[in-house]
């Protein structure tokens, strides 16, 4: 019994591409081979069967400049705590900044763990710097929370005061 469905004569789909592929291709004759032009020793010489290129006449009306790049180099303004005299970015005139003094970190901290009296200084609030012709903000000076000039006054308050205590407490034990 000879089945159809045998393996001996059953080829997959993939095998029968691949068979019909190599038929077609053995059906087919080769391209032609054409060999390359042959080298002439001529230098300069056009090759054959072509024209010479177009010249082109540039006239110095007809080239385009090399575009201009300018580097601006951006200063920043360092402020302190006394006016400065500096350019104002905004209207491009030299000034000496106008400085209000505002609250900052410094003040609310001694404020807050030494005495109320640090926020009447001005020794200890941040700098705004403000130009005089058109009013804008131009930068800010903050004052360092832990410089050691402060730490140096806060101890020095802070002993003053531990001292008079111990003074009033040993004066009250002596009446």
Not at 4 to 21: F, G, I, R, V
Not at 53 to 67: F, M, R
Not at 86 to 103: D, E, G, M
């Amino acid at each position: 019994m000879s089945d159809p469905t045998s393996k001996s004569s059953y080829k997959t789909p993939l095998a029968q591409d691949h068979e019909n592929q190599e038929n077609a291709s053995a059906q087919e004759p080769p391209p032609p081979y054409n060999p390359p032009p042959a080298y002439t020793e001529t230098k300069g010489a056009p090759p054959p069967n072509t024209t010479p290129p177009a010249k082109y006449n540039e006239t110095p009306s007809s080239i385009l400049p090399a575009p201009t790049t300018t580097t601006v180099f951006v200063v920043p303004m360092e402020f302190h705590s006394k006016p400065a005299e500096v350019t104002c970015p905004y209207c491009n005139v030299p000034i000496t900044t106008r400085v209000k003094h505002v609250a900052g970190a410094l003040t609310w901290f001694l404020c807050c763990f030494v005495s109320i009296f640090f926020w009447c200084c001005n020794s200890n609030k941040d700098v705004n710097h403000f130009c005089p012709i058109c009013q804008r903000r131009l930068g800010r000076y903050r004052r360092p929370c832990c410089s050691s000039r402060i730490v140096m006054f806060v101890v020095l308050i802070v002993g003053i005061s531990i001292i008079l205590n111990i003074l009033r407490v040993i004066m009250d034990d002596s009446r």
